[in-house]
């Protein structure tokens, strides 16, 4: 069985710092490629980063290029989003997600709440 | 990066059919057969339900078809039940190499 496990969300103050970890299981993390999605509380969905199965290629949405660092380690089987530079607008839950090509969002854990708030 | 489009909300009686639009453009919905339509029921993580326009991953119901015509594409959804109710998402790959999410349709069974 497939499983995605986020951990690292928390309160943070505003321009604050934050690393939010997915463990996964049950596949061949080191095929696929990863991203992080987010969804503020009682808002849609907004893709947030992508990274490639051999780290080498990244891709950030506009609102957090600069401030956050998506990185993996296949060895451990873990998927990683470093956030810095924290706004209120960056409140939400974060999903790990593994994607088969493109666009397909697979397989989504049961996310990780971040609240940005003084 | 630009938005796709999706109705706010879609109604239908048990058994009807019901079809969710997503329009974007030439840079994203238009320009590949990467469109792909999410479930979500309130307090729950999105589900995969048609992936690359008009494929159906192992598990869901043959009531849930994907098409797409020029700048957008469509979910259908057939035979509608009211454990269909729910959000549903389009997201599709963009010229960029990024990824856009429609802003969601509510589903209601009546």
């Known amino acids: 069985e497939v499983q995605l496990v986020e951990s690292g969300g928390g309160l943070v103050q505003p321009g604050g710092s934050l690393r939010l970890s997915c463990a996964a299981s049950?596949?061949?993390?080191?095929?696929?490629?990863m991203n992080w999605v987010r969804q503020a509380p009682g808002k849609g969905l907004e893709w947030v980063s992508y990274i490639s199965s051999d780290t080498s290629t990244t891709y950030y949405a506009d609102s957090v290029k600069g401030r956050f660092t998506i990185s993996r380690d296949n060895a451990k089987n873990s998927l990683y989003l470093q956030m810095n530079s924290l706004r209120a607008e960056d409140t939400a839950v974060y999903y790990c997600v593994s994607v088969v090509v493109a666009a397909t969002f697979e397989n989504w854990g049961q996310g990780t709440l971040v609240t940005v708030a003084s | 990066q630009s938005a796709l489009t999706q109705p706010a909300s879609v109604s239908g009686s048990p058994g009807q059919s019901i079809t969710i639009s997503c329009t974007g453009t030439s840079s994203d919905v238009g320009g590949y057969n990467y469109v792909s339509w999410y479930q979500q029921h309130p307090g729950k993580a999105p589900k995969l339900m048609i992936y690359?326009?008009?494929n159906r991953p192992s598990g869901v119901s043959n009531r849930f078809s994907g098409s797409k015509s020029g700048n957008t594409a469509s979910l259908t959804i057939s035979d509608l039940q009211a454990e269909d109710e729910a959000d549903y998402y389009c997201?599709?790959?963009?010229?960029?190499?990024?990824?856009?999410f429609g802003p969601g349709t509510r589903v209601t069974v009546l």
């Open positions: 690359d326009v008009n």
């Open positions: 049950g596949f061949t993390f080191s095929s696929h490629g």
């Open positions: 997201a599709s790959y963009t010229r960029s190499s990024t990824r856009l």
